[in-house]
């Protein structure tokens, strides 16, 4: 009568192959949950930047209407690229993204005059859009900024 000591090869084998199975799994899961942590860490950023922008946009038009509606126009209004919160750098944004630490994110604010003489009503749009995985990504934010609020 023989006694068996150990593992025949195939047993070997099949251990193996589950534990490794098991392995990609678990690496498999680890790297969706990273890049889903990734992208919601860039979404919180983005809508950091997109109410930092809102509320420079809100300070501003408090501080001269006048000028705060010269920056606009009526109709499809005008898009400035703030990098920074100063008039001074707002220019057209294009394909840069320039904004944030790296920088991936660009911050767009539309002003749009309503029809008025004096202009008392101004629709905002502030955008910030960052490039994730091939895709583009936005964070928009609509208001309506009136002479007297």
């Known amino acids: 009568m023989k006694i068996k ?22 690496m498999a899961i680890a790297t969706y949950s990273l890049r889903n942590m990734k992208i919601n860490q860039h979404k919180i950023l983005a809508s950091h930047y997109t109410e930092e922008g809102l509320e420079w946009v809100r300070s501003e038009k ?11 126009a009526t109709g499809t209004g005008i898009t400035y690229c703030l990098i920074g919160l100063n008039w001074s750098t707002a220019t057209e944004c294009g394909t840069n993204f320039e904004l944030g630490i790296p920088p991936i994110f ?12 004096p202009v008392t009503q101004v629709n905002v749009t502030m955008a ?10 936005s964070i928009p934010i609509n208001t309506t900024l009136k002479v007297l609020e």
Not at 107 to 117: A, F, H, K, P, T
């Open 128 to 137: 910030v859009s960052w490039i994730e995985g091939g895709t583009t990504l």
């Open 62 to 72: 408090e501080d001269d209407w006048g000028q705060f509606t010269d920056r606009g």
């Open 106 to 117: 660009k911050r767009e604010v539309n002003l749009i005059n309503q029809v008025g003489n």
């Open 5 to 26: 000591l150990g593992f025949s090869l195939i047993e070997v084998l099949v251990f193996v192959t589950i534990l490794s199975l098991f392995f990609v799994a678990a």
